[in-house]
Structure formats: structure tokens, C-alpha cells
């Protein structure tokens, strides 16, 4: 049964999924989900990856701790005090975003596998090396989320780097916004359309971030590496358990270091 929601979507959300960064960000969670369902979309926020994945014919069950005012039929869910689903009963689990704000990130990981189907698939992203927001209690790289994974029971099948090219975007983005916004609305609301875009071009070009990113754009990590969103989608099965600290704990004190 799906909770996404069915009402008509508010028209700040939809001009939300007309960013290049965000249908970037949902069209690869919906190709890492495949055909799977019914899907799990946990810590939904506001709906990018719910609606995607319904536009794709996919069972969705929207989720998430606080939920937005237009996300009616979603379900409030801790994915740290358990998971209402029969073991083995959902074809698919998200957490895009969701992993780094988690201080029992193991524990919810083990409670999703429990959840899944034997054939079923985890999708995850996260940001590597992000420690800035106050709401991430968690940072990664690489190495430690294939070990937070295997630690879980779970084995990475896929993995798509975004890197932070991804930026430049945001220009392309406004224009395909308000192009499509002309294109579908009366004389009226074309006014209104271009007083908003400028009110948008204003509060980005006097936003806080201009001066930090001014200052940072000169260097090849600003573009590529570890920017803002410099982080991963990956998809990974159920497996045995492939990491545990005290076995590589003890590894390490025969100077043995472990794999990618």
C-alpha cells in the first residue's frame, strides 16, 4: 500500500523539482531502486524521491521523523526505535541523506535489513567528508561507510561518486525554471513568475554562501572533489557480515591495512 501523497503538488515543490540538483539527485535513486517494491523511502523530507519513484509506478511509503504539511499520508518514523513492516516484507529501503544525521546509524541499519526481502535492495547517499551542519553527528568517506555496511550485513553492488561539477547547475537551472514557467502560464502569472525569479537571483546572489564559495572557487576542490555536494549513491544487498572492529583492530597491530 502506498502513502505518498496524492494530492496535487503545491507549486513551491514543484518549482523545488525543477532544480537540475535535485532531479540529478532523484533519477539516481530511482535507477538504483530498479523495479523493486514496495519501496521505503525513510527520512523523505520533502518528497523529492517519493515522487520520483510514484512517477516510475513504484509503491512508495513516504517516511520520515517531521514530516512537511504537504506530505499527508506519510508515516512519522524513528528509523532508530524500530520498523513497522514483517521481516522480509519491503522490496526496497532509501536513505538518501539520512545516514549522517543518525547517531545509531548501525543499529537502523540492522532494523532495515531485518525489513528487507532476501532480494532486496538498500539504497543509500550521503556526503563524504561534511561535518560542517550541526545536524551531522556522523561524517564519512569511502572506507568507513563500506565498513559501516558491512558491519550491517550488507554488500555494495553499485556506486555513483557525484562529484561537485554539479554546482554549476544552478544557473541552468533558473532559466529551464522560468522558461517552463512562462511556457505554461496566462499573461498574469508570467509577471509573477518573473518577479519571483528575480527575488530568487537576489536572495542567492546576497546569500551567505556567495562569499564562502567566492572564496573557495579557485581551488579544484570546489569543483570536483570535496565541495558541498562531493558525496555518494550506492546500492547494496544482503550479505554476510563483513566488517568487525575488533577483528580489525587486531589486524591492524600486524600493520596489515584493509581494502577499498
Not at 565498513?147 to 556506486?159: H, M, N, S
Not at 499573461?187 to 518573473?194: C, D, F, I, Y
Request: glycine share 8%.
Amino acid at each position: 500500500m502506498s502513502t505518498a501523497p496524492k494530492d496535487r503538488i503545491p507549486q513551491e515543490i514543484e518549482l523545488r523539482r525543477l532544480d537540475l540538483r535535485e532531479q540529478f539527485a532523484a533519477r539516481m535513486v530511482a535507477q538504483l531502486v530498479g523495479e523493486h517494491d514496495p519501496v521505503l523511502v525513510a527520512g523523505c523530507s520533502w518528497g523529492r524521491d517519493v515522487f520520483e519513484l510514484a512517477q516510475r509506478g513504484r509503491r512508495v511509503i513516504a517516511a520520515d521523523l517531521v514530516l512537511p504539511g504537504h506530505m499527508q499520508g506519510a508515516l512519522r518514523l524513528d528509523l532508530t526505535a524500530g520498523l513497522p513492516f514483517r521481516p522480509g516484507s519491503l522490496g526496497a529501503v532509501v536513505l538518501a541523506e539520512v545516514l549522517e544525521h543518525l547517531l545509531d546509524d548501525l543499529g537502523a541499519l540492522r532494523l532495515v535489513r531485518e525489513a528487507l526481502s532476501d532480494d532486496g535492495v538498500l539504497v543509500v547517499s550521503v556526503p563524504y567528508y561534511n561535518d560542517i551542519p550541526e545536524h551531522h553527528p556522523r561524517i564519512h568517506s569511502p572506507r568507513t561507510l563500506r565498513r559501516l555496511l558491512g558491519a550491517a550485513g550488507f554488500a555494495i553492488q553499485e556506486r555513483r561518486v557525484r562529484g561537485g561539477l554539479i554546482r554549476l547547475a544552478w544557473f541552468a537551472n533558473l532559466a529551464r525554471g522560468l522558461l517552463y514557467r512562462l511556457a505554461r502560464l496566462g499573461p498574469t502569472a508570467r509577471r509573477e513568475t518573473l518577479l519571483e525569479t528575480r527575488r530568487r537571483v537576489a536572495h542567492t546572489v546576497n546569500g551567505p554562501l556567495i562569499a564562502y564559495d567566492a572564496r573557495r572557487a579557485a581551488t579544484p576542490s570546489f569543483w570536483f572533489r570535496r565541495g558541498r555536494y562531493y558525496g555518494v549513491f550506492l546500492s547494496a544487498r544482503k550479505g554476510p557480515v563483513s566488517y568487525d572492529p575488533a577483528r580489525a583492530q587486531h589486524a591492524s597491530y600486524g600493520d596489515r591495512p584493509d581494502e577499498d
